[in-house]
């Protein structure tokens, strides 16, 4: 039962507290567990493997193999997983912990959802996440902090610092860098407060990114990039480390346009919808991004939810939105599914035939929830969805799991440690009540999830956010 605190006397003494009960969340918090009879799917691209153990011991894969040959400790903590699978615990790296709020009365603006996102991407299978780009940074920090200490359930955080955008900024809570030696200035004042990589945003011109990649990279911290007014060419050869919304925000095809100039979104659509993409501009593109092992972060989720073809949420969804955010939300769908029917289609298919050409060339594909926009897509649901969309763009789903999992921790450096099921890593485990390397839409069958070998309960956590997001 949550309590609110209207007085900050009482907010100081539940914080001299401390000692935090176990969360309601938690299902099995014992040392030693045995996950029996599974089939497991590693998150590294091999076929699934039916009859199989996982022994966890102390929060990390103590053994795993074919029944037959694990042997199950005496003081195990026994699950019987017969007919469910075991993949990794999910890394998903364009994350946010704020929500749109999109009443068409008012100024865009983005409120932090400290409570009900941090437990919804939990219990969606996300144990590892980055975030892309900082609304409310300080909160995200404390957030981060009180999810380590085992104060509130949610994922591993990796921060990205408050967006580096150029003019005119896109949202007011959003700063606009003013020259290169300010981009530097604010890359060094983020890392020093704790924040792990960076952001440029859409207006941000051609040399504050190269002050942003020098700055961070010369602290070993990545930079990803939103781009709009920098072509994706100029960017991964500038040394940027990654490129967010897949080929959506790509500047490169526009006639006339060159770097600098500002984006234009019209433009780039009609563009893309009559893109060639055995052309050499796009073909030698994707070759530049491998190449130069720039990562490409798929967002079709939030994508999706700009075209007339948008599909609404599921009413699990919906139940997860204060009436407020609910309302919003159902007027902007029904305006954007009204609109007369452009060139959205054609560039859809062509904005996923990219992505699969990019993972079939050997590019580390990563993806990422974004739960952006007029508030169309929620942290967790809106999280199966872009891994559901990767399918619908041609991976296998194996492959779409092996993306969402090991090429997520391949990207954020931490896959000795997750991503993977491999003896020695970390727990960090989904055990789905289906087989979604066969159908991708059982991950939304999701009842455990073992973050460092404590489990949650997925449906405990979704309930305990209900017509929370878009408040708290
Ligand atoms: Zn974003």
Redesign the pocket.
């Known amino acids: 039962m949550r309590t609110l605190l209207f007085s900050a006397g009482a907010l100081v003494s539940l914080t001299l507290a401390a000692q935090p009960a176990r969360d309601p969340s938690i299902a099995i918090q014992t040392p030693v567990i045995a996950l029996l009879h599974a089939r497991v799917v590693d998150g590294l691209g091999h076929p699934p493997r039916e009859n199989q153990s996982i022994i966890i011991r102390d929060g990390r894969i103590a053994a795993a193999g074919p029944d037959a040959e694990v042997i199950v400790p005496a003081d195990a903590t026994v699950r019987d997983l017969a007919g469910k699978t075991v993949l990794p615990g999910l890394v998903l790296v ?1 994350e ?1 912990l704020y929500y749109s709020v999109f009443a068409p009365h008012a100024p865009f603006h983005l409120n932090e959802m400290e409570y009900s996102f941090p437990r919804l991407y939990l219990a969606c299978g996300i144990t590892s996440m980055r975030t ?2 900082s609304i409310e940074p300080y909160a995200d920090l404390q957030i981060k902090r009180r999810i380590d200490a085992g104060q509130v359930p949610g994922p591993k955080l990796h921060l990205t610092a408050p967006y580096l955008e150029g003019k005119p900024a896109a949202v007011a809570q959003i700063d606009a860098v003013d020259s290169p030696e300010d981009a530097a200035r604010m890359v060094n004042y983020w890392a020093d407060e704790g924040f792990t990589s960076f952001k440029v945003y859409m207006h941000l011109p051609v040399a504050e990114l190269k002050a942003v990649i020098a700055a961070a990279h010369q602290r070993h911290l990545q930079v990803t990039g ?1 781009l709009g007014a920098v072509s994706y060419r100029t960017a991964a050869e500038s040394g940027i480390d990654n490129l ?1 919304h897949g080929f959506f925000a790509m500047s490169d095809l526009n006639p006339g346009w060159k770097d600098n100039d500002q984006p234009n979104s019209i433009a780039s659509q009609k563009a893309f919808a009559e893109m060639n993409p055995d052309s050499p501009a796009v073909a030698g593109l994707i070759q530049l991004l491998v190449d130069k092992h720039v990562a490409v972060t798929s967002t079709l989720a939030i994508l999706e939810t700009f075209g007339p073809e948008c599909r609404i949420m599921s009413t699990a969804e919906l139940e997860t939105l204060s009436a407020p955010a609910r309302e919003n939300y159902l007027s902007s769908w029904a305006a954007v599914h009204a609109r007369k029917r452009g060139s959205e289609a054609a560039a859809w298919a062509k904005l996923l035939e990219l992505e699969l050409r990019f993972f079939r060339a050997g590019g580390l594909l990563v993806a990422g929830t ?1 739960p ?1 926009g007029y508030g169309g897509v929620v942290a967790g649901y809106g999280s199966w969805r872009t891994i559901e969309l990767l399918v619908s763009a041609g991976l296998t789903p194996v492959e779409a799991i092996r993306v969402a999992t090991s090429n997520g921790a391949r990207l954020l450096g931490i896959d000795r440690e997750t991503g993977s099921i491999v003896v020695g890593k970390a727990a960090d485990l989904v055990v789905v009540a289906g087989n979604p390397a066969a159908e991708i839409a059982d991950l939304r069958k999701t009842e455990l999830v073992f973050k460092d070998g404590v489990a949650f309960d997925s449906r405990k956590l979704f309930d305990s956010v209900k017509a929370s997001v878009g408040i708290e």
């Open positions: 364009h946010h892309g780009g939103h967010e974004d952006t």
